[in-house]
């Protein structure tokens, strides 16, 4: 869910009022990095607009899978989300037959993607059947309604919180090794773009 400000129209310099625009999140900046975009870092028009044509020129379809919520504390901690409910990620999946996989931006801790989605799939009597469980961790499931296979993949969430995360992989450990200049947002460019490229 993006910063409460994104809802009361409260945005600071450097928010870009569109998906992911919170100028604390790193998934525009990766992407930015990964693609070579030159994405303007702003409140205005023109910054939503050079996202936009990114993402259909990638044919990259963006949503929160959270529909709504109620908080308690009043911050952007995923943890923190009561009463939520969930968007019918299925029925969209079902409408467009050219997705066939689903970047999750975080896994599957509470109220995190992952978590979210195996509970969606669970009213279908649904299951994610694990392919690789190396991060980021990637499952398929068979969608009943047009027997097309599914691929999920959980990536690090692009959030300051996941930088610990991150921080315990062996796998950024060994890099930072050989490169100590390294950092956990490099990490994510690396891990991000082989899916994103994809």
């Known amino acids: ?34 693609f070579k975009l030159d994405l303007p870092f702003e409140t205005t028009e023109i910054a939503v607009e050079k996202r936009k044509k990114f993402l259909l020129a990638h044919q990259i379809g963006i949503c929160d899978i959270v529909e709504s919520a109620r908080r308690e504390k009043i911050d952007a901690s995923d943890i923190g989300m009561k009463d939520v409910q969930l968007r019918e990620l299925l029925t969209l999946i079902t409408r467009y037959p050219k997705i066939d996989t689903l970047l999750f931006m975080g896994g599957n801790s509470k109220n995190g993607p992952e978590y979210f989605f195996r509970r969606l799939l669970k009213k279908y009597d649904l299951n994610l059947k694990p392919v690789s469980s190396e ?35 062996q796998k950024y450990k060994d890099l930072k090794n050989k490169n100590p200049e390294m950092t956990t947002v490099d990490f994510r460019v690396l891990q991000y773009s082989e899916f994103f490229k994809n």
Do not use: K
């Open 1 to 34: 869910m993006p910063p409460p400000r994104f809802t009361t129209g409260e945005l600071r310099e450097g928010d870009v009022n569109f998906c992911y625009g919170s100028r604390d999140g790193q998934l525009w900046p990766i992407l930015n990095r990964i």
């Open 135 to 169: 991060v980021p961790r990637i499952h398929e499931f068979l969608l009943p309604a047009s027997n097309r296979v599914i691929r999920t993949i959980s990536l690090i969430a692009p959030s300051g919180a996941a930088n610990r995360a991150v921080g315990s992989l």
